[in-house]
């Protein structure tokens, strides 16, 4: 029997340190530890791929919480039955004793476990739409406060009118336009076609 554990954090700002403690708890070799830094809302993530290859019936793997296997209600569940089902491997989720396969190989036990899993996985995905939901509030919240997101618009420089005149009649070439005005190509050009506009409105 080998033992495995899979971390998993939303981004790669986040600290993973708590689940790599857990991990060392539980006397998980530091090279059967896959950690994955990205969303929970799927499992298409590389290190879990990768440890699904490695599994093997009679296995045992730890993960520190339920949300850290993921945060898709229905993905979860089949997620579950396949590694148990049709792997065979156990699963014991730290931080929650009753979702440990180990002791509960009867068929009560079985639908206990299942029972307790289709409701922290309704949770767990609850959480994630809720964050949604405060994410796009507080977004919403700023933008009605005049908080601007994204790059800052890069403005066209005073005399700007007189330096894109010359270059569009051909008075002055393209690398001194953008030398006069301090802007980029791209931001050049797209301040060019704004006068243009403005020109012909």
Not at 2 to 16: A, K, L, M, P, T
Not at 55 to 78: C, F, K, M, P, T
Not at 90 to 109: F, N, S, W
């Amino acid at each position: 029997m080998n033992i495995y554990g899979y971390v998993r954090v939303s981004s790669i700002d986040q600290n993973e340190d708590r689940q790599l403690i857990a991990m060392q708890g539980k006397n998980v070799p530091a090279k059967n530890i896959f950690i994955d830094k990205q969303s929970g809302k799927d499992f298409e993530r590389p290190q879990y791929k990768k440890m699904l290859k490695k599994l093997r019936a009679g296995d045992l793997l730890y993960i520190l919480s339920i949300d850290r296997l993921g945060r898709n209600y229905e993905e979860i569940q089949w997620q579950w039955r396949y590694l148990t089902k049709e792997i065979g491997i156990d699963i014991c989720v730290i931080d929650m004793p009753i979702l440990d396969t180990r002791p509960y190989k009867d068929l009560l036990g079985t639908f206990i476990s299942d029972l307790f899993l289709a409701v922290l996985s309704f949770v767990a995905e609850n959480e994630r739409d809720n964050i949604k939901k405060r994410q796009a509030q507080g977004i919403a919240a700023a933008k009605a406060k005049g908080i601007k997101f994204g790059r800052p618009v890069i403005e066209a420089p005073p005399g700007f009118e007189k330096i894109a005149k010359d270059f569009l009649q051909g008075k002055i070439r393209l690398a001194e336009a953008i030398e006069k005005t301090g802007l980029s190509k791209t931001t050049f050009y797209r301040r060019l076609r704004e006068y243009e506009l403005q020109s012909k409105g």
